[in-house]
């Protein structure tokens, strides 16, 4: 069993930043690619970033230029920098873990974050 631990959601203006961390305990952690994706009330989950264990990044048209993802091995943990938020960026922000990668995208692993809230309203 793989114990992932996320944190850093919460409420901000439009404009305003916040950082998200997901802290994976399992080893190999470096040989993982990763993802963050988003789902708001009434709209499916969406992929909004992803990683690989080479820390080859892709972003959703949505938020490329705002968002960051990144990875430190040696702590175990994923992160998203989010910044210049606006109201449509409201969602619950899961992390997920050991998924596979290729020309179609990221493709989900069986290991999810619990859910972390981000609100962005004035």
């Known amino acids: 069993q793989v114990e992932v631990v996320e944190s850093g959601g919460g409420t901000v203006q439009p404009g305003g930043s916040l950082k998200l961390s997901c802290v994976v305990f399992?080893?190999?952690?470096?040989?993982?690619?990763m993802a963050w994706y988003r789902q708001a009330p009434g709209k499916q989950r969406e992929t909004v970033a992803s990683?690989?264990?080479?820390?080859?990044?892709r972003y959703d048209d949505s938020v490329k230029g705002r968002f960051t993802i990144t990875r430190d091995n040696d702590i175990h943990t994923l992160y998203l920098q989010m910044n210049d938020l606006k109201p449509e960026d409201t969602a619950v922000y899961s992390c997920n873990i050991g998924g596979s990668v290729d020309d179609g995208g990221y493709h989900p692993g069986q290991y999810w974050g619990q859910g972390t809230q981000v609100t962005v309203s004035p």
């Open positions: 990683i690989t264990w080479r820390s080859s990044t």
């Open positions: 399992r080893s190999s952690f470096n040989l993982l690619s």
